[in-house]
């Protein structure tokens, strides 16, 4: 008990007495240090005294599919930031192969009394994955904010780069090149965002069936994208769309493999405009997400409920931008 004493005190910044005054309930304690008691007690693991249990801390979970592709650890700064402005405590969940689910991460942050939770990247966004921990979240009325596409019925807010525009610059772009023959690169056939950008190339394309097979799908690996993309271009194509920066990494390397140069023989254009895009060879031409605005948006959507003001179920779609670098050219032959 002395040890977590101390220990809450330290995070907190407050005196061992003021903590054991928080705990038991008595009076003399502002409300700001009684939060940053509470938060500090939520954060460093401690279960918090049965008669405190029913309060939620203000303690906001992030929970990420990963951190190895850089666009994720670029929207957990934007994110952490504007919630330590709001006087909210991060507490970011990212998933590893082999480690904790995002079922599990659920299952913590609730038992942590978090505030609301922003889910970026999780199993919302495929149509085939289990869904019932999300449902979890709504059956005790907790705040929750979804970044990017996701299934329909869920009902949560969500923030989202608009994937049709997306494909209309990247499509527009490679045409204006002269590129006749554009294949895709996609993420796994029930990810809703990849539905989105196909969908839009249809439109865009007026693809009928037979181009169907101008696309590949592909798990967000570079390993993956290297195989999707070789068989893309032994097709024939000379264009090619990538959901995702690393999918574009994945290409240029499948390209150079068959012993195509880029961009001289195979344009390519990812999608995020993550770190390191401009230090890539060739740097890389991309569909650049408006992640800082985005991530402000989550936050700002997330505590407008957790404050008790209803918001919109619906969708805000954010416009990307084109940023053209040196990994697309004129067609072979233009």
């Known amino acids: 008990m002395t040890k977590r ?14 903590v054991s005054r928080v705990l038991n309930g008595r009076d003399g304690v502002s409300e700001a240090t009684r939060t940053a008691v509470l938060t500090a007690l939520d954060v460093l693991g401690y279960e918090r005294p049965t008669k405190l249990r029913g309060e939620r801390a203000r303690l906001v979970g992030l929970v990420l599919p990963e951190l190895q592709n850089p666009i994720f650890p670029a929207l957990a700064e934007v994110v952490t930031g504007s919630l330590a402005q709001r006087g909210y405590t991060p507490a970011l969940c990212a998933r590893t192969i082999g480690g904790v689910s995002e079922m599990d991460y659920v299952e913590m942050l609730l038992d942590h009394q978090v505030s609301g939770v922003i889910f970026a990247g999780g199993s919302y966004a495929l149509a ?4 019932d921990h999300y449902r979890r979240l709504t059956d005790r009325g907790l705040p929750v904010v979804l970044v990017n596409a996701g299934v329909d019925e869920l009902g949560f807010p969500r ?8 494909v209309e610059q990247a499509y527009g772009h490679l045409r204006s090149l002269g590129h ?8 796994p056939e029930g990810h809703v965002p990849s539905r989105r950008k196909l969908d839009a190339m249809v439109q865009a394309a007026g693809w009928g069936d037979a181009e169907r097979e101008c696309v590949e799908r592909s798990s967000f690996s570079m390993e993956g994208a290297r195989v999707a993309a070789t068989k893309l271009v032994e097709r024939g194509v000379t264009g090619i769309i990538c959901a995702s920066d690393v999918l574009a990494l994945g290409t240029i390397r499948a390209a150079r493999r068959l012993g195509r140069a880029v961009p001289a023989d195979i344009s390519v254009v990812g ?6 895009m401009t230090c890539t060879d060739p740097p890389l031409t991309t569909v650049r997400q408006p992640i800082e605005t985005m991530g402000q948006a989550a936050v700002d959507l997330l505590v407008t409920q957790i404050e008790g003001v ?25």
Do not use: N
């Open 128 to 131: 085939d994955a289990r869904h």
């Open 159 to 166: 923030v989202s780069t608009d994937d049709a525009v997306a």
């Open 310 to 334: 209803g918001v919109l179920q619906d969708e805000l779609l954010f416009e990307p931008e084109l940023v053209v670098r040196g990994s697309t050219a004129p067609a072979p032959g233009r």
């Open 271 to 276: 999608f995020d405009d993550s770190a390191f």
């Open 5 to 18: 004493l101390t220990e809450v005190a330290k995070k907190a910044g407050v005196s061992e007495a003021t």
């Open 180 to 187: 006749e023959r554009i294949g895709m690169v996609l993420g």
